[in-house]
């Protein structure tokens, strides 16, 4: 059974930072890549962030480019997402998603086949 779990959201002030994991399991990690999305109310899911486990491959939203890095670690099939400089536009629900990786990593949420529950993050003012 595939299953992605996200953990590590909550509450934290503006300029602050939090790190989100997402532990994968069920399918064989290095044929796919994981990305970050999120989903704040009324707006639609977007892509935040993903990485490719097999060849260390990296993309950012340009939202979130210089205060976020995402980071695999294969042994324990889970990729991070490390985000600084918090700001109260982050606030959103943040899932991680996994798609089989072609050597081209994408950022489209329709593409993705496996999603996580989601974890809250929200940045106060």
């Known amino acids: 059974e595939v299953q992605l779990v996200e953990s590590g959201g909550g509450l934290v002030q503006a300029g602050g930072s939090l790190r989100l994991s997402c532990a994968a399991s069920g399918f064989t990690f290095d044929d796919y890549s994981i990305g970050w999305f999120r989903q704040a109310p009324g707006k639609e899911r977007e892509g935040v962030s993903c990485?490719?486990?097999?060849?260390?491959?990296?993309y950012y939203a340009d939202s979130v480019k210089g205060r976020f890095t995402i980071s695999s670690n294969n042994a324990e099939n889970t990729v991070y997402l490390q985000m600084n400089s918090l700001k109260p536009d982050d606030t959103a629900v943040y899932y991680c998603a996994a798609r089989r990786y072609f050597g081209l990593l994408r950022l489209s949420p329709e593409e993705y086949d496996y999603w996580g529950q989601g974890t809250q993050v929200t940045v106060s003012s």
């Open positions: 990485v490719s486990s097999s060849d260390g491959s990296t």
